[in-house]
């Protein structure tokens, strides 16, 4: 199973994006599945994440901006991004939670500049 990440890109300050993360088989089922993101010279974090059931879990600095969702029948996770904020530029990655290293893809660069 390979996941692929899109829907980056370049954005101004207060725009939205939103991004996808295709898997080629069937994990969503299987794993929790979560949004990650590595600025430069920064340890990758997690941002967005399912919990038990459809509960959701954010990092206190996208709270309330990001939403994760999720299209099982398409094998397909959405993180969408509002009101991003130049500090929300990174490589953005999905993955289950706990990563699982074979996971990580080539992720989805987002930059957030006017």
């Known amino acids: 199973v390979q996941l692929v990440e899109s829907g980056g890109g370049l954005v101004q300050p207060g725009g939205s994006l939103r991004l996808s993360c295709a898997a080629s088989?069937?994990?969503?089922?299987?794993?929790?599945m979560g949004w990650y993101r590595q600025a430069p010279g920064k340890q990758r974090e997690l941002v967005a994440a399912?919990?038990?059931?459809?509960?959701?879990n954010y990092a206190d600095s996208v709270k309330g901006r990001f939403t994760i969702s999720r299209d099982n029948a398409k094998n397909t996770v959405y993180l969408q991004m509002n009101s991003l904020k130049p500090e929300d530029t990174a490589v953005y990655y999905c993955?289950?939670?706990?990563?699982?290293?074979?996971?990580w893809g080539q992720g989805t660069q987002v930059t957030v500049s006017s």
């Open positions: 399912f919990r038990i059931g459809s509960s959701t």
């Open positions: 993955n289950t939670d706990p990563p699982l290293p074979v996971y």
């Open positions: 088989g069937s994990i969503f089922s299987i794993y929790r």
